[in-house]
């Protein structure tokens, strides 16, 4: 089992920046990839951001690139979710995930074996 606790939002003005943070702990070493996904609203979660964990490959949705930054930290096992230039239309909840899967398809919620709480960004216009 891994656990993961994802924090670091809040309400910030549009053109901020937030930096979301989410931590793994417990049987992490099989871990392939971790990534963040965000939920707004009566819409489905979608995908944001991911990372592989042997090639520190990063992705991204489109709506997201240029703006947001994933990165980690090997020693703390901690992702990092930098969102710079925020828009009103990225508040949601967003959500930590990882998956041990292999191979897998990345973007894609059903590739994820765990889930953090989720924290909430909240964009002002």
């Avoid at 924090?7 to 971790?34: E, H, K, N, P």
């Avoid at 819409?43 to 709506?63: C, G, M, N, P, Q």
């Avoid at 508040?91 to 191979?103: E, F, G, H, M």
């Amino acid at each position: 089992q891994v656990q993961l606790v994802d924090t670091g939002g809040g309400l910030v003005q549009a053109g901020g920046s937030l930096r979301l943070s989410c931590t793994a702990s417990g049987r992490t070493f099989s871990t392939v990839a971790m990534g963040w996904f965000r939920q707004a609203p009566g819409k489905e979660r979608e995908f944001v951001a991911a990372i592989t964990l042997s090639s520190d490959s990063t992705y991204y949705a489109d709506s997201v690139k240029g703006r947001f930054t994933i990165s980690r930290d090997r020693t703390k096992s901690t992702v990092y979710l930098q969102m710079n230039s925020l828009k009103p239309e990225d508040t949601a909840v967003y959500y930590c995930a990882a998956t041990q899967k292999s191979p897998l398809v990345i973007v894609r919620e059903p590739s994820y074996d765990y889930w953090g709480q989720g924290t909430q960004v909240t964009v002002s216009s």
